[in-house]
């Protein structure tokens, strides 16, 4: 069973940047696409961005391009998210999320794991 685990949360004054980390256990993890996906209270989670099995492939929300990259080291078994030029509409709790599969995808039901979540918070 495949674990993952968010940290790299926080707040931060808009403008600002964090990174986000996922920690994966339990499975081959080059082998799985990756995607961050986040929830603002009172809304539906939404795709933030997604990488391949490989890493050769990203695909990114039109509302985070150009702010965010999302990268992994198969090595250490963790995928990231860069966060810059951060918006106090980024707040949100953000999900790591993996799939069975090295080809990335961007709706929730494509992803068979999930992390527990971790919190972003931009003041303005």
């Known amino acids: 069973q495949v674990q993952l685990v968010e940290s790299g949360g926080g707040l931060v004054q808009a403008g600002g940047s964090l990174r986000l980390s996922c920690a994966a256990s339990?499975?081959?993890?080059?082998?799985?696409?990756m995607g961050w996906f986040r929830q603002a209270p009172g809304k539906e989670r939404e795709f933030v961005a997604t990488?391949?099995?490989?890493?050769?492939?990203?695909y990114y929300a039109d509302s985070v391009k150009g702010r965010f990259t999302i990268s992994r080291d198969n090595a250490k078994n963790t995928v990231y998210l860069q966060m810059n030029t951060l918006k106090p509409e980024d707040t949100a709790v953000y999900y790591c999320?993996?799939?069975?599969?090295?080809?990335?995808?961007?709706?929730?039901?494509?992803?068979?794991?999930w992390g527990q979540g971790t919190q972003v918070t931009v003041s303005s």
């Open positions: 999320a993996a799939r069975r599969i090295g080809i990335y995808a961007t709706t929730a039901p494509s992803y068979a794991y």
């Open positions: 339990g499975g081959t993890f080059s082998t799985s696409a």
């Open positions: 990488i391949s099995g490989s890493g050769g492939a990203t």
